[in-house]
């Protein structure tokens, strides 16, 4: 598949430009396991990706460690360790390979590119400039207000009418089911990415599915 004959690409962010999913996951684990439990199911866990916080089906790792260690749990302890372990591993993470060819590319060629997420603005955009690819991307669409997240289309459908291109005619890169069902329900192909925590997932409904975006940028 060319990535470059479509009409423009919108990439997911969490997990695809950045992986934050393992860092996410491995930080909750780490907080499971201060206070003497089994982390929650890796499969468990990863029904709720590419889901904005609002979602009823988004999973509440804080409500499960009090449900099994009871109402009195230290949630203020258990939120300073998950956040210096998942800080800790953000700081060194990478952007995923293939991220900033295919960035280039596209401005080579004109392409226009954005952005359409699940999360808040407050959480993508210092991740952006921290690997200073914040202004690579002028047009970040995000979940939250009166834009539902993933699985709905609804962010999808705003990063295309803002890009200015018929769905049908983009590209959507993805790495979660949650975000493929967004993709697809918009009316867009779509390329699966995954990582280490969604890799085991059913991405069936993607048009293609690839180790990186190095491999995408290979069959070009």
């Known amino acids: 598949m060319d990535p470059f004959s479509f009409s423009g690409i ?8 950045v992986d934050t999913e393992t860092p996410l996951y491995e930080a909750w684990a780490a907080t499971f396991r201060h ?14 990706l590419g889901r904005h ?34 800080d800790a591993m953000l700081a060194v993470a990478n952007v995923r390979p ?31 400039t921290q690997h200073r690819l914040i202004d690579s991307f002028s047009i970040r669409c995000h979940a939250g207000g009166e834009t539902p997240g993933k699985p709905d289309p609804a962010v999808y459908l705003l990063a295309c009418e803002r890009l200015g291109i018929d769905p049908a005619q983009a590209l959507a890169l993805e ?10 329900a918009a009316g867009m192909t779509v390329v699966a990415a995954p990582t280490f925590v969604s890799r085991s997932l059913d991405l069936s409904l993607a048009d293609s599915i690839v180790t990186d975006l190095t491999e995408l940028l290979r069959q070009n």
């Open 10 to 17: 919108v990439f997911d962010f969490d997990g695809l430009i």
């Open 35 to 48: 206070f003497g439990l089994e982390p929650i199911a890796l499969d468990v866990w990863a029904h709720s």
């Open 53 to 86: 916080d609002d979602d009823p089906e988004m999973l509440d790792p804080v409500a499960e460690l009090q449900r099994r260690l009871g109402p009195d749990i230290d949630v203020t302890e258990a939120q300073k360790v998950r956040r210096e372990r998942r």
């Open 98 to 128: 293939g991220v900033r060819s295919l960035i280039a590319g596209c401005n080579t060629r004109g392409l226009p590119i954005a952005i359409a997420s699940s999360s808040p603005a407050d959480w993508v955009d210092p991740l952006l």
């Open 175 to 184: 790495d979660s089911p949650n975000g493929i069902r967004a993709a697809k």
